[in-house]
């Protein structure tokens, strides 16, 4: 099993920043990408970006390239997600995920429980 931890986020004025920050623990090797994902009240879970851990090819979302960028600590396993320019939309829940990489693209099989980012007009 692999378990992941987010932290970061909470209240941010529009067009502030924040970093959310995510661990993973466990059976680390068998992960090969890692991503984030927000689900807002309402509204379905849906992908902001991944990134494979051995290349560091970077996938994001439309709605937050230029805005967002993810980054990794290999040897601390763990990503990053640096959220510039944030708007009041971006508000949601935002969840990390792990997992490994097929033919169709990612495939995360495990989910942190979630950090709250709310942002203020």
């Known amino acids: 099993q692999v378990q992941l931890a987010e932290s970061g986020g909470g209240l941010v004025q529009a067009g502030g920043s924040t970093r959310l920050s995510c661990v993973a623990s466990?059976?680390?090797?068998?992960?090969?990408?890692m991503g984030w994902f927000r689900q807002a009240p309402g509204k379905e879970r849906e992908f902001v970006g991944g990134?494979?851990?051995?290349?560091?090819?970077?996938y994001y979302a439309d709605f937050v390239k230029g805005r967002f960028t993810i980054s990794r600590d290999n040897a601390k396993n763990t990503i990053y997600l640096q959220m510039n320019s944030l708007k009041p939309e971006d508000t949601a829940g935002y969840y990390c995920?792990?997992?490994?990489?097929?033919?169709?693209?990612?495939?995360?099989?495990?989910w942190g429980q979630g950090t709250q980012v709310t942002v203020s007009s």
């Open positions: 995920a792990a997992g490994g990489v097929g033919v169709k693209g990612f495939e995360f099989n495990y």
């Open positions: 466990g059976r680390t090797f068998s992960v090969y990408a």
């Open positions: 990134i494979h851990l051995s290349g560091g090819n970077l």
